[in-house]
């Protein structure tokens, strides 16, 4: 026997243990109707370490709560308590001893932990039962009861409970499952129970791992506000007999854009050893955490998830949505109708690659035949395109690996395909000017020059950006209050700069030299004659030149609207079939300048080549 003394009127002896169905439960729940006097109230404590007892008395104007009960918690404070509306207070007392926790529920107004909690524990001390309690008084507790089951309907001055030391965490196994005819399955309604416990336990560290008897593994670890993303892997070692271990991954968006100052949220993740715990009310399916901020709401979302599963392992096969604008965007703003726009990248890309590739190799079988400066810049413009179009996908694809270092790498082949992109572009607004207004300059090593220009320098400013660590996962917001992720450039500044400037300063170069391009192939036509006249062939050359130009990537600067993100989308996703539909379309004019130059033989000069190719671009 122990004694513990709340007071000095009377010194109890407390016992505990609570049976449901012949088992011992770890938790215990009692509630009362306080009967008081109108004086000031007030909580008394007397909780030390140990397993011998608990005590809830009360007077006129005290609630008693004592015994020696925890693992590690020692409380002997005093607690002012609030008034109530009349002479009788209704209140729980909650305690659980895997958790260290012990709770005060007053007035149901008013909560107050006494004790806890602490990290989870093996061994505490549960099993509590009615020991004694005293008899009818004119003050003291009403309608005592545990777990709802009425003990005495009148006033008594006090309780006492009886503990014994346990194994907590076997008392859990038995909360969770239900072991009938040697079948074992998950109690209904307590799928959620453990990582609840979890949830409120203490953390000594940022992550806590625990594990039951009954194969079930779980940790739990803090999102920090430098949180980047974790993967959780159930150890090795618990469980033999599995090659590959299973892992969760815990995006970085998994709160999505709100603040984390107040309160580090937590995360718990349980691996359970027996699959058939879940196969009788319960299937395996692929999710994500979905945000609506604007509803308030926040669920797990199994759009645009697929689910392949067998006897032994799940793979979850999730669409990964972002948009061809997205490289040139101004703002950070949602974007309407992402997956529409996913679809038309997807498309557009598949589109243009696949023309880049046939363009290259049409060219490199008749590069004989066609061997002047234009048709390699369109060439390399060809490349830089299939470059940017193979990252992208690339990118959409590889994503959601998580990894860092793939992350990285994705990002700078990205960026430097797009560099180079717009370089070539340049080059061929250049090269326009170049054959218009200077026909009779000549430049020595002039394609090994714009290759230096179109492709090393582009590699440097990428190379530099990584070592600076510029490049990782970055989220695009949707209108619908979700987040997706891609790997780009983290910090606007860079963006500004190296993507939205530098193609300002390309976009009106090239714009000027379309401007020029086509007064020029105007006035061409006015020494025609009137059959060969037509206004048609002066809108279809502009809009050949458009593509090689890139000009439709200005629509980027209106992605502030749908339209303009739409329009951007579309048409830059497909520039490389634009391309090749040129190349097909002037390949007879292509031909005929080649034919006219071997006519002139060994002898041509440097302006008789310019000067079929600039018949070339403005035929």
Same mark, same amino acid.
């Given at each position: ?15 505990? #243990? ?26 008394? !404590? ?28 020692? +409380? ?33 107004? *008013? ?27 004119? &003050? ?39 072991? *009938?005819?040697?079948?074992? %399955? ?21 992550? $806590?791992?625990?594990?039951? /008897? ?31 271990? /299973? ?16 309160? &580090? ?14 196969? %009788? +009310? ?10 609506? /901020? =604007? ?5 797990? +979302? ?62 490199? #079988?008749? *590069? ?25 996908? !690339? +990118?959409?694809?590889? %994503? ?8 990285? $790498?994705? %990002? ?79 910090? /606007? ?17 090239? &714009? ?35 593509? $090689? ?5 200005? $629509? ?15 048409? =830059? ?6 391309? #090749? ?36 671009? =403005?035929?």
């Amino acid at each position: 026997m122990c004694s513990v003394t709340l007071g000095p009127i009377c010194t109890f002896l407390l016992l505990v #243990c609570f049976l449901n169905d012949g088992r011992c439960e770890r938790d215990f729940q009692f509630c009362g109707v306080r009967k008081h006097s109108s004086e000031t109230q007030k909580l008394q !404590l007397n909780v030390t370490q140990g397993c011998c007892s608990l005590s809830i008395s009360s007077t006129a104007d005290t609630l008693f709560i004592g015994g020696e009960i925890t693992v590690s918690c020692v +409380n002997t404070s005093s607690i002012s308590l609030p008034r109530g509306s009349g002479l009788e207070t209704p209140f729980c007392v909650y305690w659980d001893g895997f958790l260290d926790l012990l709770l005060l529920d007053y007035n149901t107004t *008013r909560n107050y932990t006494l004790c806890g909690p602490s990290t989870p524990q093996t061994t505490c001390c549960t099993d509590l039962s009615l020991h004694n309690n005293s008899g009818s008084k004119d &003050t003291g507790i009403l309608k005592g009861s545990v777990r709802g089951d009425i003990i005495e309907n009148n006033a008594q001055e006090f309780y006492m409970f009886r503990g014994e030391s346990g194994r907590c965490d076997k008392a859990v196994c038995d909360d969770l499952l239900n072991i *009938r005819n040697g079948q074992t %399955a998950m109690k209904p309604g307590r799928d959620d129970e453990l990582e609840r416990l979890m949830m409120q336990s203490k953390f000594t560290r940022d992550m $806590l791992h625990f594990d039951l /008897p009954c194969g079930i593994q779980s940790t739990a670890f803090k999102l920090g506000p430098e949180f980047k993303g974790s993967t959780v892997v159930r150890r090795e070692g618990r469980f033999p007999g599995i090659n590959k271990q /299973p892992s969760v991954y815990i995006p970085p968006t998994l709160l999505g854009n709100k603040t984390r100052a107040l309160k &580090t949220p937590k995360v718990v993740c349980s691996f359970y050893n027996n699959n058939s715990l879940f196969q %009788a +009310n319960m299937t395996r399916t692929c999710v994500f955490w979905d945000v609506l /901020p =604007n509803e308030g709401k926040m669920f797990w +979302n199994e759009s645009g998830c697929k689910t392949l599963k067998n006897d032994t392992q799940t793979a979850c096969h999730c669409n990964h949505l972002t948009y061809f604008a997205v490289l040139l965007q101004i703002s950070n703003k949602p974007v309407h109708n992402l997956e529409a726009q996913t679809n038309i990248t997807y498309i557009g890309c598949v589109i243009s690659a696949v023309c880049c590739v046939l363009t290259i190799c049409m060219f490199l #079988c008749r *590069r004989k035949c066609i061997s002047d400066k234009s048709n390699l810049i369109h060439m390399n413009l060809a490349v830089a395109l299939l470059l940017l179009n193979l990252s992208f996908l !690339l +990118n959409v694809t590889l %994503a959601s690996l998580s990894n860092e270092g793939v992350c990285t $790498l994705l %990002a700078l082949m990205l960026h430097y395909s797009l560099l180079c992109s717009f370089t070539w572009m340049g080059i061929e607004a250049f090269n326009v000017y170049r054959l218009l207004c200077q026909v009779f300059t000549y430049t020595s090593q002039y394609m090994l020059k714009l290759c230096i220009v179109g492709f090393v320098l582009p590699a440097a400013f990428a190379i530099g950006f990584a070592s600076r660590g510029f490049y990782g996962s970055y989220r695009i917001p949707s209108s619908t209050g979700t987040e997706t992720t891609m790997c780009w450039i983290l910090h /606007p500044l860079v963006h500004y700069i190296t993507n939205v400037g530098y193609f300002a300063v390309i976009f009106i170069f090239s &714009t000027s030299m379309l401007v020029v391009t086509a007064v020029k192939i105007r006035n061409s036509m006015k020494h025609k004659c009137a059959q060969e006249r037509s206004s048609w062939k002066l809108v279809f050359s502009v809009l050949m030149l458009t593509c $090689l130009f890139g000009t439709t990537w200005g $629509l980027n600067f209106s992605s502030f609207t749908y339209t303009g993100q739409l329009l951007s989308t579309i048409l =830059n996703s497909l520039q490389g079939f634009f391309l #090749c539909v040129r190349y097909f379309l002037m390949r007879p004019k292509q031909e005929s300048g080649s034919k006219l130059s071997k006519l002139l033989g060994s002898s041509r000069s440097t302006s008789s080549t310019n000067a079929a190719e600039s018949k070339s671009l =403005n035929s």
